[in-house]
């Protein structure tokens, strides 16, 4: 089945900088590569996502970047905000048979310092 | 759109009782939905895929006869946790799929068990 690795665990920035959080996924069949943000307690939300077709995609603030090739798909946050400080998942679907179930990333805690 | 609501929020019960907890698509259809459990600070692990009109499909290491997942409708799925334990106190989240990719969370379930 699908594996996905995360990193970093944990990301402490200032306000105002970059973060970037990685993650590789092992199986070449995956095709949609969600991103979801968790505060404590709360539910996983999408903040973004890319499907296999798209090397990049930008929403304001939040880009994620997809290189099939190498099965690596990246977060990026710029600006970032005391806000911004929350638990990020990556997530991988193969889709097809399996219904589109997604594997997840282990998380990384994002702490941004106003 | 894209609203997901889980019920109860959070449930306290005693050991070798039964709990139900319901997911619910409020603004969509969904012929597909998953149910997740999360222990804390850790990420979000696939317990089963819950399709309309048809059994289940449980990931390895679930047991099903002591989660059933009954998903009778296009907007309702339920996990009942049979003979509940303390080592099954976690957070339980669902999540519906809206078209053939984007999933939605429900707000999650805290379950401890006496």
């Known amino acids: 089945g699908e594996n996905v690795e995360q990193h970093p665990s944990t990301l402490s920035v200032q306000e105002g900088d970059s973060a970037v959080i990685k993650c590789t996924y092992s199986d070449s069949a995956s095709n949609y590569f969600p991103w979801y943000k968790q505060e404590l307690g709360k539910r996983p939300q999408l903040i973004i996502d890319?499907?296999?077709?798209?090397g990049e995609k930008k929403d304001q603030r939040i880009a994620v970047t997809l290189n099939k090739t190498a099965k690596h798909f990246s977060l990026h946050i710029t600006e970032t905000q005391p806000e911004d400080s929350a638990v990020y998942f990556c997530a991988a679907s193969s889709g097809g048979t399996s219904y589109g179930k997604l594997t997840f990333g282990q998380g990384t805690i994002l702490t941004v310092h106003p | 759109g894209a609203v997901v609501s889980q019920h109860p929020s959070w449930v306290i019960c005693k050991s070798g009782t039964s709990v139900k907890i319901e997911c619910r698509s409020l603004d969509f259809q969904a012929t597909t939905m998953f149910w997740y459990r999360q222990f804390p600070k850790q990420s979000l692990m696939l317990m089963a895929t819950?399709?309309?009109?048809?059994?289940?499909?449980?990931e390895q290491g679930v047991e099903k006869d002591k989660f059933l997942i009954n998903h009778a409708s296009l907007t309702l799925s339920t996990l009942t946790v049979t003979s509940a334990h303390p080592e099954d106190s976690s957070f339980y989240i669902c999540s519906a799929r809206q078209g053939a990719f984007e999933q939605y969370f429900g707000p999650g379930t805290r379950l401890t068990v006496t």
């Open positions: 819950s399709n309309e009109g048809s059994k289940a499909t449980y």
């Open positions: 890319i499907r296999s077709n798209v």
